[in-house]
């Protein structure tokens, strides 16, 4: 279970899945022999993120960050028993609540869950099923949606047919008193905060976590794979506006470039984050482990 130190914050990935995945799932006309060409051109893309047959290494995951009094859950991953129209995600049962919980992350104490975004592996464990019915997962948790993000998809069609996201993990903790809904710059407490990373959808945010003169970016999907930082110009097929979404990113990463501040990629594979190196136009992921 891999977690980081940011001053006096601890930020712990629990992982839903870890899987091999075809570049054409993300990346519209690429395919296994282009994904290969890009890590010739970023040899640090191998073997950690793209495999030797060219496929991308990735994970689905939540991040909790530790800090003080406080416990926040970024990004609540796919959930068990959801019906959804990828049959790799399709009516879960696995482990992850008992993941979690093993972690010492009770779900009766997160004080906060935070998601990035409202696509459907990003929402899943903020209900579980109970007696039949959609219940909040955290119960003692304040869920904070972006406004601009909840208004988006509260009326807008799922991204894929058969599946309503919004309608099994998002309306449930509406109804049940435990939203807000807040602005893309929001603040949590002294130490975390949003940042506004439009693009991949219309309030996307990602989490900085600061404490002691320590960063961290939690990325959610501004970026999918350490190929986007090779190349901040490509842009996945999900994205809602992909002219967005390569702005948002072009504007970030100089910033993040500082030497200081950890980047933390959501969907990344193992060691999944580093510090951000220019490498020409686009940058490398220099892990510690490097």
Not at 14 to 38: C, H, N, Q, W
Not at 159 to 179: C, M, N, Q, R, T
Not at 264 to 282: C, M
Request: proline residues 6%; hydrophobic residues 35%.
């Amino acid at each position: 279970m891999l977690s980081w130190s940011v001053g006096r914050a601890t930020i712990t990935s629990i992982v839903e899945s870890e899987t091999p995945t075809s570049p054409r799932f993300l990346y519209r006309d690429m395919g296994k022999a282009d994904v290969l060409a890009r890590a010739e051109a970023a040899p640090w893309l191998r073997p950690d993120y793209v495999s030797d047959e060219g496929y991308l290494r990735q994970k689905i995951q939540c991040l909790v960050i530790e800090l003080d009094d406080l416990l926040v859950a970024v990004d609540t991953c796919v959930g068990n028993d959801k019906s959804r129209s990828n049959d790799l995600w399709d009516h879960l049962d696995g482990p992850f609540l008992d993941d979690m919980t093993a972690a010492g992350f009770d779900p009766e104490r997160i004080t906060h869950v935070v998601c990035t975004h409202l696509h459907v592996d990003h929402v899943g464990w903020n209900t579980r099923l109970v007696d039949g019915e959609w219940a909040p997962t955290f119960p003692n948790a304040r869920y904070l949606f972006v406004d601009t993000e909840y208004r988006h998809w509260r009326q807008e069609e799922s991204l894929f047919d058969g599946e309503d996201p919004f309608g099994d993990s998002v309306a449930p903790i509406v109804e049940a008193g435990l939203a807000d809904l807040v602005e893309p710059d929001h603040r949590i407490a002294d130490g975390i905060r949003f940042e506004s990373t439009p693009g991949h959808t219309p309030g996307h945010v990602s989490v900085v976590v600061e404490s002691d003169g320590d960063r961290a970016i939690i990325t959610g999907d501004m970026l999918h794979h350490p190929m986007q930082l090779a190349d901040p110009d490509l842009s996945s097929m999900f994205d809602t506006d992909p002219d967005e979404s390569r702005a948002t990113r072009r504007h970030a990463f100089p910033r993040w470039a500082d030497g200081r501040t950890l980047v933390i990629g959501t969907h990344f594979g193992t060691p999944t984050a580093g510090r951000l190196e220019a490498r020409g136009d686009g940058y490398e992921l220099v892990s510690d482990r490097a």
